[in-house]
């Protein structure tokens, strides 16, 4: 079961979290993943700084989804792809973990 509304305390972590940490990084080429990204009631993309490479990954097709993981164990990218990975409200609704 979804929550209603994304917490707002989520998205609040996210804006600190990018400020604390992406100010310090490079302005251009910065690639980030996020796993459980469909976005059911709102999403961590919003507050992501335009800048970004932002890339959302799931288990099923939705709003905020780029890639739908066929096995949730493999992810279909090469090592080293990402330099930020992110994952916001997402674990306690996956039977995986």
Do not use: W
Request: negative net charge; aromatic residues 12%; glycine residues 6%.
């Amino acid at each position: 079961p979804y929550c209603e509304k994304i917490h707002q305390s989520a998205l609040k972590n996210a804006e600190y979290f990018f400020q604390t940490y992406v100010q310090h990084m490079p302005k251009e080429g910065i690639k980030l993943v996020e796993i459980g990204s469909q976005d059911v009631t709102g999403s961590i993309r919003d507050v992501c700084p335009k800048h970004i490479h932002y890339t959302g990954i799931d288990f099923v097709e939705g709003k905020s989804v780029d890639v739908v993981l066929e096995d949730p164990y493999t992810f279909p990218f090469a090592k080293e792809s990402f330099d930020i990975l992110i994952s916001s409200s997402c674990l306690e609704h996956s039977e995986m973990f």
